[in-house]
């Protein structure tokens, strides 16, 4: 039964088929659950990804014009151990993200409340 606009995640694999027919099913489109699904995992991608650019355009000195900087390479670590922290701090970053309620299943989210809970999430998530 759906309460609120929200549905449990063991609704969503195991829906009630006899009694209750007010289920996320019927009110969402198939492409709609389907996104929503794959939400958690391109998270997840997007931020190791954009852990590794940043690994990688680290060494450029020359980003902003007029600008040098003196660049130690010794200053960056071992990729395979910034890849580690990658997938450690996204896992935190996605588990924030859960408990601040942003991998909710609804029909109706607000956009604006949306954008809030991910500035704080991704505000909490740099203070650790």
């Known amino acids: 039964m759906v309460t609120s606009g929200k549905l449990a995640a063991f609704e969503l694999f195991f829906p009630c088929r006899s009694s209750c027919s007010l289920t996320l099913f019927h009110f969402m489109k198939r492409s709609k659950l389907v996104f929503e699904i794959l939400r958690?995992?391109?998270?997840?991608?997007?931020?190791?990804?954009?852990?590794?650019?940043?690994y990688k355009i680290r060494p450029v000195t020359d980003l902003i014009p007029w600008v040098q900087y003196v660049f130690d390479p010794e200053q960056l670590p071992i990729f395979s151990d910034h890849l580690t922290f990658s997938f450690i701090s996204a896992a935190f970053l996605l588990l924030i993200f859960a408990f601040n309620s942003l991998y909710i299943i609804s029909n109706t989210r607000r956009f604006g409340r949306m954008i809030l809970n991910i500035i704080f999430s991704v505000s909490v998530w740099l203070l650790f």
């Open 40 to 54: 958690l995992p391109t998270d997840y991608l997007a931020v190791v990804l954009a852990a590794v650019v940043a």
